[in-house]
């Protein structure tokens, strides 16, 4: 709210002091406010429905819309995510949209408005001239907007670039928080410099009366002071999603990647190079037909060496974005330590099995739970066995229903329902079913599975 | 002084003329209690910042022998103490050996140094045991300590139940307790402090030792019967330890499930689970399974307060010994075998390595099972000190350290030779570290 009072009072003294620059930025801003928009739209769970704003780009004359991927949490089905709206700065109108889906690489969600009548007026953030790299204590200008209840009311943020680093994307951070995650950000002279990502957090301490200095994190729900430059960031738009799924997406099957840090590179001999040491390879995945083992350490992809990016953990994003910026069924060619062997290893990529957001899955009222089907990331949650991974797992409880009143808990791995074993997703979906529908059945016992331990629970029906 | 655990206690020597039971003269054989109990100052080492340190704790005892055997808990004595000197009714100050320690049942037995008796010209009485089978829900009951250091405290209450259940994976100082027994409640006031003193009747007699209460609650506190500690202790005097057998079955009780598996009431085990390779899983048990009998006898798991006891019946089995039994699957009935395993706690050995900063835990087959990781081997890190070279590696607190120059952290052993080379040689050495099945290598630099 701070933000909110403050804003209009700076905007309203810089045009009192005809201050050039501040006109400037004025008269750019009511071009450039032709690219941001307000998106609205429903989250459907089992038992609610959840209404979400956020703020995104205009990226092409199609009316398509980007969407940070952080504001949508993992998970939801392309279907859960309804009732699309697009709202520009200043109105309470809104155009309808659709949902395109979510770019794996950059996380990005795609939207797009259904009438191109009403696009006329939307300018593609595209449009403007790019910015050269931005320089270190350069000033940059972004756009933040408020709530519906204030009409979307644009405001405008200014800072200069603190710090400039590979993320391992080519990022800025300013000093000071220049705009809402998903808004575009411009120099002095309107040229595009790149988009607000989301925040990092910020350590503070926290006096209180009974608290003396504890150390917090905050975070701005609000705006960010991430900078994602528009070099790097223009090419992501040509990933408009095929469909909604994001499909494809390219996996290679390799699990717990973790930097080798530099005292450990020089025990290693490995002196001023970067690995990545594997911590686990998923059975039957490209990488354990290419014969890739836990413990190797990766030093390069296709004969070139990892970056050496800081902090260390950067280098794992650098590798799973090598991944996916290939096709499923390219080759990538990993140069690997083996005990003290340099061994090279071919890896034909695949397409990632089934994400729990493609997830087969029923929401059973009475009984109080949704059951989804087993999914290859479940089976490493569980430490299944290769031959009796399958069936179902339970996805959503409902509070204080039935389940989960009896001790079911998410994740939960169904064994046996009524004492018979499930030998797959459909044979549990038909037993749960046939419950749902009986109305004499007073109760039902379930077998499950959770860290490695089974549980019987007796699930009473009203 | 620091009393850092929840029930430790400083019990003294009671004043007689407070003590009026039931309105009654002091019996003789209350009084004879009263000389009985005593307190217990422990000097321990522990492992956990990263180094072996010294910490206090005070608790309380019940002398049962005339050869100067005391009885207290498990939480109050352990094997990690260097010394242990116990306070007589006379006031007097003599030190004790640890003879054994249980922490299933949260028992220990300590045994008074006889020759500084002797020397000294000291002397004790010790109290006797009742028959905890007698004792009956409402009977009157004392319990001697010193809750909250205030010496020479007798409260009174009733047997609130004398079976209840309460199993608990990590209560005794991270070790699990209570599988094997089930507990005498009272209300009789029992506060931090009246660890290990006995909980007596109105005559004197010992019917329980007193371990423990829930905080917060009023008058909720829980003793070890004496038939059970009577037992142990024997044990312990004769072995110096309990072994058990162990098989990998965990029970839930029936409760309301006899229908669905259509079962006489008052009928059988339910197996509500199975570790992983474990002689029951290599038997062909399974979750879902009724044990309708073990070697012949008939089992009877209704109720919750019905598992201890035919827990404690595979447990008193000899290790190695095959174990028939007579299972209810489906509308099926089956024979299985089974070779008894010997139990081992979650807990595995500790040491600290003072140089690097580290304080470990060897990994247990049980801590492994509770785990999901694919074998026993490792050290599991509890402890670095800031500043020295585990904790300057980046290894933290819950790691498990699985290699070590080259070498599979096996045994403790194996790490303390590491050990013992880096002080002779001090110079890097790598070490590779996992969590949550992540594997990552750090350096140990001097």
């Known amino acids: ?462 | 002084m620091r009393p850092s655990i929840l029930l430790r206690a400083i019990v003294g020597i009671v004043c007689l003329v407070a003590v009026q039971p039931a309105g009654a003269a002091v019996s003789r054989g209350f009084s004879q209690l009263l000389d009985a109990v005593v307190r217990i100052d422990v000097r321990e080492m522990t492992f956990d910042e990263g180094t072996q340190r010294f910490e206090r704790g005070i608790g309380s005892g019940v002398i049962i022998e005339k050869d100067g055997l005391i009885l207290t808990n498990a939480h109050v004595v352990s094997p990690r103490a260097v010394e242990i000197s116990v306070t007589l009714s006379s006031l007097e100050r003599v030190s004790a050996s640890l003879v054994g320690w249980d922490h299933w049942t949260d028992l220990a037995v300590l045994r008074l140094n006889l020759d500084e008796i002797k020397s000294r010209k000291l002397t004790f009485a010790h109290a006797e045991f009742g028959d905890s089978e007698d004792i009956y829900p409402g009977q009157t009951v004392y319990a001697v300590g010193t809750p909250h250091g205030l010496t020479r405290t007798v409260t009174r209450g009733i047997i609130s139940n004398h079976q209840r259940y309460f199993e608990d994976s990590r209560a005794v100082r991270g070790y699990e307790t209570g599988s094997f027994n089930t507990w005498l409640q009272t209300d009789a006031a029992i506060n931090p402090g009246n660890s290990g003193g006995p909980l007596v009747t109105e005559n004197g007699k010992v019917i329980g030792i007193n371990s423990r209460s829930y905080m917060g609650a009023d008058n909720l506190g829980f003793a070890i019967p004496s038939g059970v500690a009577r037992r142990v202790a024997e044990t312990l005097v004769r072995e110096g330890r309990i072994t058990r057998s162990y098989l990998g079955l965990r029970p839930r009780s029936l409760q309301d499930l006899e229908r669905f598996y259509e079962l006489a009431v008052n009928t059988g085990l339910l197996v509500e689970s199975v570790d992983l390779s474990s002689p029951a899983a290599k038997a062909g048990l399974r979750p879902g399974d009724i044990v309708l009998s073990l070697n012949g006898a008939k089992l009877d798991g209704r109720f919750p307060e019905q598992l201890p006891p035919i827990q404690n019946i595979i447990a008193s089995l000899p290790i190695g010994s095959e174990v028939g039994l007579e299972v209810k699957r489906g509308t099926q009935t089956v024979q299985l075998r089974a070779e008894t395993e010997k139990l081992e706690s979650r807990v595995g050995e500790e040491w600290a390595f003072e140089k690097w900063g580290l304080s470990v835990r060897m990994v247990s087959r049980a801590y492994a099972r509770e785990n999901q990781l694919p074998d026993a081997s490792g050290a599991l890190v509890i402890g670095v000190q800031q500043g020295y070279p585990a904790a300057q590696s980046g290894v933290a607190r819950g790691d498990i350290i699985s290699k070590m120059g080259g070498e599979t952290i096996d045994d403790l052993g194996r790490l303390k030779k590491l050990y013992t080379n880096y002080e002779a040689n001090p110079e890097a050495v790598l070490v590779e570290a996992q969590r949550n099945r992540r594997i990552a290598l750090h350096v140990f630099k001097p």
């Not at chain 1, 990766?298 to 060496?305: K, N, Q, S, Y």
Request: proline fraction near 6%; aromatic fraction near 8%; avoid cysteine.
């Open chain 1, 1 to 462: 709210m701070i933000v909110f009072y403050r804003l209009p009072f700076l905007v309203l003294a810089l045009g009192v002091a005809a201050d050039a620059r501040a006109v400037g930025i004025a008269d750019l801003l009511a071009e450039r406010l032709k690219s941001v928009v307000m998106v609205e739209f429903t989250i459907q769970t089992e038992i609610e429905r959840r209404q979400v704003f956020v703020s995104g780009a205009v990226t092409d004359t199609q009316g398509t819309i980007i969407i940070p991927g952080s504001h949508i949490l993992p998970g939801y089905t392309p279907e859960q995510l309804k009732d699309f709206k697009v709202y520009g700065p200043n109105t309470d109108r809104s155009e309808s949209a659709i949902y395109l889906g979510q770019d794996s690489l950059t996380g990005f969600h795609f939207i797009r408005m259904e009438d191109a009548r009403k696009i006329a007026g939307l300018v593609p953030i595209t449009a403007y001239p790019i910015s050269a790299v931005p320089q270190l204590g350069e000033e940059l200008w972004g756009i933040g907007m408020r709530g519906k209840d204030e009409d979307f009311a644009p405001y405008v943020l200014s800072s200069r670039i603190a710090m400039l680093a590979r993320l391992p994307n080519h990022t800025a951070l300013t000093g000071q928080d220049i705009g809402a995650p998903g808004l575009p950000v411009f120099n002095l002279a309107g040229e595009f410099a790149g988009l607000t990502l989301s925040p990092f957090g910020r350590d503070f301490l926290l006096f209180s009366r009974n608290q003396h200095g504890t150390p917090v994190m905050l975070l701005n729900a609000e705006e960010s002071s991430v900078v994602l430059l528009a070099r790097e960031f223009l090419p992501f738009l040509e990933r408009v999603p095929r469909n909604t799924a994001g499909r494809p997406v390219t996996w290679m099957g390799i699990y717990g990647l973790q930097p080798v840090d530099p005292d450990v590179a020089k025990l290693l001999r490995l002196e001023g190079r970067t690995g990545l040491v594997v911590s686990d390879i998923k059975e039957g995945s490209p990488a354990a037909q290419a014969g890739l083992r836990d413990r190797d350490i990766v030093l390069a992809i296709d004969g070139e060496p990892l970056p050496r990016l800081k902090p260390d953990r950067v280098v794992v994003g650098y590798f799973g974005q090598e991944i996916l910026k290939r096709q499923p069924g390219e080759k990538m060619k990993l140069t690997v330590l083996r005990g003290s062997d340099q061994q090279e290893f071919d890896v034909v990529l695949a397409d990632e099995p089934k994400m729990v957001r493609e997830a087969e899955r029923r929401f059973f009222d009475r009984l109080g739970f949704t059951a989804r089907e087993f999914l290859v990331a479940d089976s490493i949650l569980h430490r299944a066995l290769a031959e009796e991974q399958g069936g179902a797992v339970v996805h959503f409880l409902k509070p204080n229903g039935p389940a989960a009143t009896a001790g079911l808990r998410p994740d939960d791995w169904i064994r046996e329902i009524d004492g018979a074993p499930i030998t797959s997703y459909l044979d549990a979906v038909d037993k749960l079913a046939a419950m749902e529908s009986d109305a004499r059945r007073a109760e039902f016992v379930l077998l499950t599975s959770r860290g490695g331990e089974t549980q019987v629970l007796r699930i009473k029906l009203n």
